[in-house]
């Protein structure tokens, strides 16, 4: 079903820098502007406009900052970040100064909807609420990036002494924005799904997840008893920005909100249409797909998972042809007009289950790291076809884009065999046949360098002197591995494709798992934690947790550990894992200083970084059958200081408001 659906096109052309300091239209006057119905709502669609977009470059540095994803180019500003080549004055990903704009612009809209009559009080009461629920996501983003915010809850006026103002300790910050959050929920319908047009405007359900989000932040470790932040971070005056006192009861709170969302797809279903997508199948049948199920989360626009995102609508990255665009050109292998190189590291791939659901260090997976596959998957050819033939190359590769066919294949690296369905949804690797494009045999040999190799079937080689690392340009994955997630299956030949493309801020797994986790701190043996977990890894293909490592039930500490893994997995390349490691305290933990057999539970985004050995070899012989590719290695040593768990205040910010204290350690 359709949930959230970004108002108009014009949003995504706009500049954050300067949009909200005018009307829509500098030639209109005031009275013009809140009078008519339609400059209301573009005033009101410019407020949306702040809003980030899902990609790897220009609104997102979370991917290329975090352990489980490289981003190789120089020029993106991930690259200065984790080599620690940044200060308050770089101004890496500056949204401050752009959401307080926004924030401003609420508190403008609503002082001043009321002059338009040409609206009814429904759509004036409905409007209020975007704008305040608006207000209160700006006001989060800021608190999760900066940490204690300048909090301002009235439109001031242009002789205010913005100067002075200090900020406001993170827990009234909190407060605030979940009033706020509130408040929009009373003023907003459950969803638009009988108004097709207003998809993609503030709901009740993506209040009350937003604030769900909100408390497991002020829950966590950063800043629920933080000891180091209490006496390192104080306003001028000496007023403390974080309390010292650890409280358990913000966990309990954090649950509770979590709860309250998965009550509305349970006890509210008929308005709100929410839960898990799987891809139109049940659960249950003998022929569900699970792998389906998982890939198309992202891949089909708006369904009943998705709470809170905006849509791609172009005309804001490159070519103008949109974010998932410019995510599959940097993600699909080099060799038909792509330059693939986001890399999942080593630390996300062993996170992965094998398909019987034990981690790939448990003795009973049935896990071999090296050595070819000697035959196919149980699911990558269902259909039996003849793979000798034409007929059977075309039919398999069908399949396999229509994510009817999926595992390993005959020849694969035993790395990557009899992994669960998220993994091969998630991960795109050595031998493995490409889905981004036509079944054509001319167009599939354009992935291949050796002509022995030139099969048709559009196996991507990402060896050294493989086609899609050639050794001589950048554009190519340094972990030796790329992104699936987020490629749209289909003919990419030309780079075109066709669909509506989500930028994700909530969906309905991760609320499950906000819940699960809060629920752990303070009743690690209640039945929901196995019962809302057990759901996530169903629809994954995957049995029960508990069945799997019974010994963990009810031990909090253990549990965490496992929970913490699942968003791992789960949340993959969503934005998550780099919240998580910094809201948990976890984001400054040793790294591997030396090679260890496995990345499994470990944290820090510092230190080396492990992937697979992408420069081993001879370039001029390696093929398919080399084996030197596929050995650990450690491509990158990043830094991570404790002041990175926060985002400097931009210097210029600083320089004009001397009431303004900067971040601790910067």
């Known amino acids: 079903m359709k949930r959230i659906y970004l108002l108009v096109a014009s949003v995504f052309i706009l500049a954050a820098c300067s949009f909200l300091d005018k009307m829509p239209d500098d030639m209109k006057t005031d009275e013009m502007v809140w009078t008519n119905r339609n400059e209301v709502l573009k005033y009101l669609t410019n407020i949306y406009a702040a809003l980030p977009y899902d990609n790897l470059h220009q609104n997102d540095p979370w991917l290329g900052c975090s352990d489980e994803c490289d981003i190789p180019w120089a020029v993106y500003q991930t690259s200065g970040i984790t080599a620690g080549n940044w200060e308050p004055g770089t101004d890496f990903y500056v949204k401050w100064g752009t959401y307080y704009k926004a924030i401003r612009a609420s ?11 040409e609206l009814s009080a429904d759509v004036q009461r409905r409007y209020v609420g975007e704008a305040v629920f608006l207000r209160a996501y700006y006001y989060f983003l800021l608190l999760r990036q900066y940490g204690p915010v300048v909090l301002i809850t009235e439109q001031m006026s242009n ?30 319908p459950y969803s638009y ?17 937003v604030k769900a989000e909100l408390l497991l932040l002020a829950a966590s470790e950063q800043w629920n008893g933080n000891k180091e932040y209490y006496d390192a971070f104080r306003n001028n005056d000496g ?4 309390a010292s006192d650890y409280e358990p009861e913000k966990w309990r709170r954090a649950a509770d909100a979590a ?57 804001i990255s490159y070519d103008n042809r949109g974010v998932r665009y410019a995510w599959m050109i940097h993600t699909i292998p080099t060799g038909i007009n792509c330059m693939g190189a986001v890399g999942p590291t080593l630390r996300l791939v062993d996170a992965f289950y094998m398909n019987n659901g034990r981690s790939i260090d448990d003795p009973l997976s049935g896990y071999v790291e090296e050595g070819f596959a000697a035959k196919d998957g149980a699911s990558y050819n269902p259909k039996g076809w003849d793979t000798g033939t034409e007929t059977g190359r075309k039919g398999l590769i069908a399949d396999l884009q229509k994510l009817d066919a999926w595992g390993h294949s005959k020849g694969d690296w035993n790395m990557y065999v009899n992994r669960e369905a998220r993994f091969y949804a998630s991960v795109n690797y050595n031998h493995r046949v490409q889905i981004t494009y036509s079944d054509e045999a001319k167009n599939r040999n354009k992935f291949n360098s050796r002509a022995d190799q030139k099969d048709g079937w559009g196996r991507c080689e990402l060896y050294y002197g493989g086609g899609s690392n050639s050794g001589t340009n950048l554009n190519y994955t340094m972990t030796g591995m790329l992104t699936q997630k987020k490629v749209v299956p289909g003919d990419f030949t030309n780079n075109t494709f066709s669909g509506s493309y989500v930028s994700l801020y909530i969906r309905y797994a991760g609320i499950l798992l906000d819940y699960i986790e809060a629920l752990n701190e303070v009743e690690p043996s209640h039945p929901d934690i196995k019962k809302y977990w057990d759901m996530i890894r169903k629809r994954a293909g995957l049995p029960g947790i508990f069945e799997t490592v019974p010994n963990i039930k009810g031990d909090k500490m253990q549990q965490r550990a496992y929970i913490l893994r699942e968003r791992q997995i789960e949340l993959n390349f969503e934005g998550d894992r780099f919240y998580t490691c910094h ?48 050995q650990r290695t450690a491509f990158e040593t990043r830094v991570f200081r404790k002041a990175m768990y926060l985002f400097p205040i931009p210097q210029s910010e600083i320089d004009k408001s001397p009431g303004l204290v900067q971040n601790p350690w910067w």
Not at 107 to 117: L, Q, T, Y
Not at 183 to 188: I, S, T
Not at 195 to 205: D, I, S, Y
Not at 266 to 274: D, P, R, S, V, Y
């Open 107 to 117: 508190f403008v809209f609503e002082n001043n909807i009321s002059r338009c009559h």
């Open 159 to 188: 002789s205010t002494d913005f100067g002075s103002m200090q900020r406001s300790p993170f827990d009234d910050c909190v407060e605030y924005i979940a009033g706020q959050l509130d408040r929009a929920e009373e003023l907003l």
């Open 193 to 209: 799904e009988a108004e097709p047009l207003n998809m993609g405007r503030a709901t009740k359900v993506a209040c009350r997840a």
């Open 239 to 242: 007023t403390p920005l974080v």
């Open 259 to 315: 709860r309250a969302v998965i009550e509305l797809a349970e006890n509210h279903w008929a308005e709100t249409k929410l839960g898990l997508y799987y891809a139109g199948q049940s659960v249950d049948s003998k022929d569900y797909n699970p792998y389906k199920a998982y890939y198309n989360i992202l891949n089909t626009g708006w369904n009943e998972e998705i709470i809170w995102g905006s849509i791609d609508q172009g005309g």
């Open 583 to 630: 809201r948990r305290w976890l984001s400054g933990s040793d790294s591997s200083e030396k090679e260890t057999r496995f990345e499994i539970g470990k944290f820090g985004d510092g230190g080396p970084v492990w992937g697979l050995s992408v420069r081993a070899g001879d370039p001029k012989t390696n093929s398919f059958k080399s084996t030197e590719f596929y």
